[in-house]
């Protein structure tokens, strides 16, 4: 069964760290490039961050530049997300996607929630 699954997300005080992982199964991802997108209640979903298949490229939306590094382990079959300093604008739930070519899969998504 093909499957992304998020984990790592969670309660964190502002200025304070989270990384998320994005796990793949029933595919390897090493052709696939992955990004994070994130939705906060009431807003629509949004690209945070992407690299692609290699590692050699990635780019992040201005909200998160120099507080968030996206990296990937194709051996572990795993993408993940390191955010710090992190804000309380950044509360939101945050899911991954895995695309090559025509083929797109998307995870269930891990709650994060900066607050005091």
């Known amino acids: 069964q093909v499957q992304l699954v998020e984990s790592g997300g969670g309660l964190v005080q502002p200025g304070g760290s989270l990384k998320l992982s994005c796990t793949a199964s029933?595919?390897?991802?090493?052709?696939?490039?992955v990004s994070w997108h994130r939705q906060a209640p009431g807003k629509e979903r949004e690209l945070v961050a992407f690299?692609?298949?290699?590692?050699?490229?990635?780019n992040y939306a201005d909200s998160v530049k120099g507080r968030f590094t996206i990296s990937r382990d194709n051996a572990a079959n795993t993408a993940y997300l390191q955010m710090n300093s992190l804000k309380v604008d950044d509360t939101a739930v945050y899911f991954c996607?895995?695309?090559?070519?025509?083929?797109?899969?998307w995870g269930q998504g891990t709650q994060v929630t900066v607050s005091s």
């Open positions: 996607s895995a695309k090559y070519m025509w083929r797109a899969y």
């Open positions: 029933g595919f390897r991802i090493t052709t696939y490039a």
């Open positions: 690299i692609s298949s290699s590692g050699g490229d990635t």
